[in-house]
């Protein structure tokens, strides 16, 4: 858009015409416009300052080259006082600026939903990864000082089971990490989004309520999922009798994402037997 010549007042003709009436088509100078809005009859005019004005630039209606004024409900487009006489008498008519800043306001709302959401969420991932890396250190630790205690018989057991949390531990790693990206991207376009309404202020209603409108498009298009439920992570002692090498250790199941470490009954001797060979084979023991 290009940028008017400066120019002065054309009420006083002393001041500067910082100030762009749209509807009186007009320069103002700040004391000039403060009247002007004071005024019964154009206390709902609109104005353009700086940069921003451009008197080549005339949003007016094609047909009858009036100034827009209202917004239709029903064609859901913006029509000027004749348009809305001729082609509009029986539909839902409303004053064209209170239309914009009630679509504007709409989109600032669902913007900032989305954000204090996705912040609610990020936290809570980030809380809960924090509650589950403890507590697969505290099932390592307590692995590995029951190992310490029998360690010349279950070395490799207790390899194995480590192994085995490292593993699941890095799954449930690698798909918190996917969606705090997901929810670190939806709050990154959602403050773009806030930055782009905030240099939209200064556009002339029509403009702004089409920008609004595809703007407003794009973000209906996130669909901010709930987080779903943490992992977990736990592990349980058990008193061991005996020297057999499963009567040690409780059963390593992973279900839903949890990792538990439950008491089992005493191996038979087949069961030993079965055991020590997997530990060789380095298979994991599934009952």
Request: charged share 30%.
């Amino acid at each position: 858009m290009a940028q008017a010549a400066a120019s002065t007042c054309e009420i006083c003709t002393a001041g500067p015409g910082e100030y762009y009436c749209q509807q009186c088509d007009q320069s103002f100078c700040g004391s000039c416009k403060s009247s002007h809005l004071r005024t019964k009859s154009c206390k709902n005019h609109t104005f353009l300052s700086g940069p921003n004005i451009n008197k080549d630039e005339k949003l007016l209606c094609t047909e009858h080259e009036e100034i827009y004024f209202f917004y239709c409900q029903d064609c859901d487009i913006p029509v000027c006082r004749i348009c809305s006489v001729e082609k509009h008498s029986r539909h839902l008519m409303t004053d064209l600026t209170k239309s914009t800043e009630k679509l504007r306001f709409e989109v600032v709302k669902n913007i900032e939903a989305k954000v204090t959401t996705s912040k609610v969420n990020l936290s809570k991932i980030e809380k809960e990864t924090q509650t589950y890396r403890d507590e697969v250190k505290a099932v390592i630790k307590t692995i590995t000082e029951e190992g310490n205690y029998w360690k010349n018989l279950i070395d490799k057991k207790v390899d194995s089971f480590v192994r085995l949390l490292h593993d699941e531990e890095q799954k449930t790693l690698q798909n918190i990490t996917a969606l705090t990206k997901v929810y670190r991207g939806d709050i990154e376009n959602c403050q773009q989004w806030e930055k782009k309404i905030k240099k939209m202020e200064t556009m002339a209603d029509v403009l702004l309520l089409q920008k609004l409108k595809k703007l407003k498009v794009d973000v209906d298009k996130i669909d901010l999922n709930p987080v779903p439920g943490r992992s977990y992570v736990s592990y349980r002692n058990k008193s061991p009798s005996g020297t057999e090498v499963d009567s040690l250790f409780g059963e390593m199941q992973f279900k839903e994402g949890k990792a538990i470490m439950e008491k089992s009954e005493k191996p038979t001797k087949i069961q030993v037997i079965q055991i020590m060979y997997c530990l060789v084979r380095n298979e994991q023991v599934l009952t």
